[in-house]
């Protein structure tokens, strides 16, 4: 589950706030000049995991403190009572396959002599709609009726090459085309701090989605 207020105030600024299964996590982008050496970009995240310091990075010093005193263990009714609500509730489930890349192609197993060794990190996703966006549920309905349905669906596919740095690995354009061909609908940006929720705001949350892409907020790629 994502949390956010009516201004996204965190999600603006490249800050996600996420609970999954009793545990919390704030992740905040830290820049740098990238592999390019060009311009400044996002090159990871800080995390925090502990309620009350995340509860005081946001901002909510009294809310910390209540928690730190013991008056409440309830993170998520203290960030009611901040106005901070969820956005998104995503199930997931992940399952993990060794496969290799060579010239534009996946396949299973490890790589040959010329080939690059990877793993590939399957997250089938089930989109809750109750945080969607009117207009996007309305629209899915007019233009596909029953079958709006499919789109509470999706497949998020994350490649890690284990070992190898960035001279040693294919384009990233390379690979988001090779994965358009395997039936990829569209290539989330490498810098995007949860993948899932990247998708659950380009499938249902469209408004939401402009104002992230004019604040600069990496979702798909550029």
Not at 102 to 119: C, R, S, V
Not at 166 to 171: S, T, W
Request: aromatic residues 8%.
């Amino acid at each position: 589950v994502f949390f956010d207020n009516d201004d996204f105030a965190l999600s603006l600024r490249g800050w996600w706030l996420c609970e999954r299964d009793g545990l919390w996590f704030l992740r905040m982008p830290t820049f740098g000049t990238g592999d390019s050496g060009c311009g400044l970009c996002v090159t990871g995240y800080e995390e925090l995991t502990e309620p009350d310091q995340i509860l005081e990075k946001a901002g909510l010093v009294q809310h910390a403190e209540a928690l730190r005193k013991g008056s409440t263990k309830n993170v998520e009714r203290l960030l009611q009572m901040a106005g901070v609500r969820p956005f998104a509730r995503i199930d997931c489930e992940r399952r993990v396959h060794s496969a290799s890349y060579k010239a534009g192609a996946l396949a299973k197993g490890g790589a040959g002599e010329e080939g690059h060794a990877l793993t590939l990190t399957l997250s089938r996703l089930r989109l809750d709609p109750t945080f969607a966006e009117d207009e996007a549920i309305a629209e899915l309905l007019f233009e596909r009726g029953a079958g709006a349905r499919e789109v509470l669906q999706a497949m998020v596919v994350d490649i890690e090459f284990p070992g190898g740095g960035a001279a040693e690995r294919p384009p990233e354009r390379e690979l988001a085309e090779c994965l358009r061909k395997h039936g990829c609908d569209r290539a989330l940006s490498t810098a995007a701090a949860f993948p899932e929720v990247a998708a659950y705001i380009a499938a249902l949350r469209p408004a939401h989605a402009q104002k992230l892409r004019r604040a600069g907020v990496p979702l798909e790629m550029s």
